[in-house]
């Protein structure tokens, strides 16, 4: 997650058209670091590495990337 903010559990995962395509079921702020580290369930067809997502978090769109 490319932001300071950890999701809660069960917020969506969205595409850049925001199409929902999966829900975090876990995340963490990394310690020493200034981000958060997310565990989701993705549709396959955007589970690839690399893919950039979103996550919709308290009315917030966290930038994210699939690992």
């Known amino acids: 997650i490319a932001s300071e903010i950890v999701p809660d ?3 969506t995962v969205v ?3 925001g199409q ?3 829900v975090v079921t876990s995340a963490a702020r990394i310690p020493g670091e200034s981000q958060g580290v997310a565990l989701a369930c ?3 067809s955007h ?3 690399a893919t950039q997502v979103s996550i919709r978090s308290d009315a917030r769109q966290l930038p994210a990337q699939v690992w």
């Open 9 to 11: 559990s069960a917020a």
């Open 15 to 17: 595409t850049a058209e």
């Open 20 to 22: 929902q395509i999966g």
């Open 42 to 44: 993705l549709r396959t």
């Open 47 to 49: 589970s690839r590495p």
